[in-house]
Every structure is written in structure tokens, then in C-alpha cells.
């Protein structure tokens, strides 16, 4: 495989599982060491083991001083961060009505923001804080089409990535004078833990599909993929985009 990010150190939220794994595994595979951060410690050592070029990290991003204390961390390790993959997320989608406007829990509502935007934002800011310092680098952050497509019953999730998408512009507008590079990608519906009561479910799933003339679920692979171009040089000149990545799901 082309050796996109030799010499390139790496940071991935939500690292353990997924989407998350999947760009972690890519961008290894491509040359960079990485910094996989994830709540859940014991997932993060079965999917990256003893691979000394991986810095397994548990940390919770939505607590600000855990954030700046892995970022801390992960600069003490390998000395810089030149990519951001801010990945970690949370949801709140059902196949029922228990999300809905009139049932959400408002503790279910602000966990999923506290999670998907401000621990974006914290990571976000932390990064490119050090990415200034240092002279440049490029984030990419996971979006979901769910920022532009309706999806009933979801609760927070929707309007916590309608929110990302925003800073992913504003960002970019802001901190590419200054050396750093902000896009992002809208995954649809991916095969995934994270979606297991949709493709869990036979009706669920053949509603999903039904809605995507490419008549599957996404891959991780295929959003790693996606989010890797944009990291790369290849995508130099590309500035505070979002990419769709839904098999014509919004069509």
C-alpha cells in the first residue's frame, strides 16, 4: 500500500471500534504511527495489540481535562501530532419512537452533544493548538449525513453532527491561514456496532437499503478510505469540505 503518511504521527478518537478502527488500521498500514483514543481500553488492545507504533489511550472526550491530558500525552510520545481523524461519537438513533421530539430524554439529548460536539471542540481545539505550534497538520472530522438528510427518532444525533458540519467550516476558515487543513466526511448508514439495530433488525435494514441505490450498508473500510484521502496531500487542496459518503443515500 502507497506510504501516504510515513513519518506522519496520527491521532484517532473513537479509535477502538468501527469507523475509528478502520482509519487507524488504514493509516498504519500507510506509514504513520498512531494515537487511538477510546473509552474502552479493553478494545483498544484487541484491536491494535502490542504494535509499538500504536499509543493506545483511554480517554473520554467529552471531559475537557482528559483531553488535554491525552493530547499532552500523545506529544510526549512522538514528539508532534500532524493529523487529527476526530472520530469519537455517540448516538441516539432507534428503530422506534423513544427518541423522538416528544419522548427524548433531555439527559439523553445533552449526552450525545456533549459527546459528538463539544468533545469534538475540545479535541478539536486542543490539537490545533499544538498543530499551530508546531507548523501545520490537517483534521478531518467524522460527520454523518444525518446533518443534512431526516431521519425520525434520533434525538441529539442529527442536530449534535448539523452542529460539526459548522465547525468543520469554520475551522477551516480560521486555522488554514495558519497552516492547518480542516475537512470532514458524512458517512451514511455504515455496517457497524454503532448501527446494529438497523441492519440487526430484517425490516429496519431493508427500509435503510431501500432508501440507497447502491442497495447496501456501508463498510468502515470505505470510510476510512474517504477520511485518509482527505488527510493525505492528495487532497492538498481541498478546505472545509463534507464529504457525502452514503451510497446515494440522500438521493
Not at 498500514?29 to 487511538?36: D, F, Q, R, T
Not at 500532524?82 to 461519537?89: E, I, P, R, S, Y
Not at 440487526?200 to 470510510?223: N, Q
Request: glycine share 10%; charged share 20%; proline share 4%.
Amino acid at each position: 500500500m502507497e506510504q501516504r503518511f510515513a513519518g506522519k504521527v496520527a491521532m484517532v478518537t473513537g479509535a477502538a471500534l468501527g469507523i475509528g478502527a478502520a482509519i487507524a488500521t488504514r493509516l498504519r498500514a500507510e506509514g504513520a504511527k498512531v494515537a487511538a483514543l477510546d473509552i474502552e481500553e479493553g478494545a483498544l488492545h484487541d484491536a491494535f495489540g502490542d504494535d509499538p507504533d500504536v499509543f493506545p489511550l483511554v480517554c473520554d472526550v467529552s471531559s475537557c481535562e482528559q483531553v488535554a491530558d491525552a493530547v499532552a500525552c500523545v506529544v510526549e510520545r512522538f514528539g508532534r501530532i500532524d493529523v487529527l481523524m476526530n472520530n469519537a461519537g455517540i448516538n441516539t438513533k432507534s428503530i422506534n419512537d423513544e427518541y423522538s421530539m416528544l419522548k427524548c430524554p433531555p439527559e439523553a439529548f445533552r449526552r450525545v452533544f456533549e459527546t459528538n460536539t463539544f468533545g469534538a471542540f475540545y479535541v478539536g481545539q486542543a490539537v490545533a493548538r499544538q498543530m499551530v505550534a508546531q507548523g501545520g497538520g490537517v483534521i478531518v472530522n467524522t460527520c454523518s449525513n444525518t446533518a443534512f438528510e431526516t431521519f425520525p427518532n434520533g434525538g441529539g444525533y442529527g442536530p449534535s453532527k448539523a452542529a460539526l458540519v459548522k465547525m468543520t467550516m469554520i475551522w477551516a476558515k480560521e486555522l488554514m491561514p495558519l497552516g492547518v487543513r480542516v475537512n470532514g466526511f458524512a458517512p451514511g448508514t455504515t455496517k457497524t456496532r454503532f448501527t446494529e439495530k438497523i441492519w440487526g433488525d430484517e425490516k429496519t435494514h431493508a427500509c435503510y437499503v431501500e432508501r440507497m441505490p447502491i442497495g447496501r450498508l456501508g463498510t468502515p473500510e470505505e470510510s476510512a478510505a474517504v477520511a485518509c484521502f482527505l488527510a493525505s496531500d492528495d487532497a492538498s487542496f481541498v478546505v472545509g469540505e463534507v464529504y457525502e459518503l452514503d451510497g446515494g443515500q440522500h438521493l
